[in-house]
C-alpha cells in the first residue's frame, strides 16, 4: 500500500534516533496512509520550523502485522503507522514519484466507486483497495498497470472482491 510521511523536510534515510519519545506510540518513525493526513501533519511541523511542508510517499509491505518480529504498531483511530525497529524499516520502500503520481491518479477514483458501489466510508474503501491483490498489482511497476485507465483497474479490483 501507498504511505505518507508528513514533515519539513524530504526524507531520504529514515532514521530512528531523530524520533521523539513523546508521540501515540512512543520513539519510532510515523506514516499514514492517508495523503490528507500527512499534508495536515506536515504543515503543523513547518509552521514549528518556519519550513515548508513536504510529503514523502513510500510503500508498505503489509506483512509486518503479519509477524510480530518486526515491532510495527498501527492506530485505528488515527490511522497511523509506527516503525519501532531498525528490522521493521525494511518494510517501506521510498516510491518514485513520477510513477506514484500515476498510481494516486488511478487510486483516487477507485476508491470513490468503492464508496458508492459498496455504500461504504472512505476509510473503509481505501482499506479494501489498499490491501486488495489488484492494488499490490498496480504498486507493481513491472506489471504497467499504471498505464491503464482507472476504469479497468476497478473492474479488476470489482472480479477480485466479487462485486
Known sequence: MQVYH?????IFEIDLSKSQLNKDFGKGFYITKFRKHAESWAINIARRYHKEPFITEFTF???AFEEDRYKTLRHEKTHQICFCTVNSLQLLK???TKYSSYVVRISEPV???LITDL???DE?????FYSSKTFSLLSDKTTELYKKDWQEIY???KNELNI
Open 155 to 157: 473492474q479488476m479490483l
Open 61 to 63: 509491505f503489509e506483512r
Open 94 to 96: 521510498k516510491v518514485d
Open 119 to 121: 455504500e461504504i466510508a
Open 111 to 113: 476508491i470513490e466507486n
Open 124 to 128: 473503509k474503501a481505501a482499506d479494501v
Open 6 to 10: 508528513g514533515s519539513y523536510t524530504e
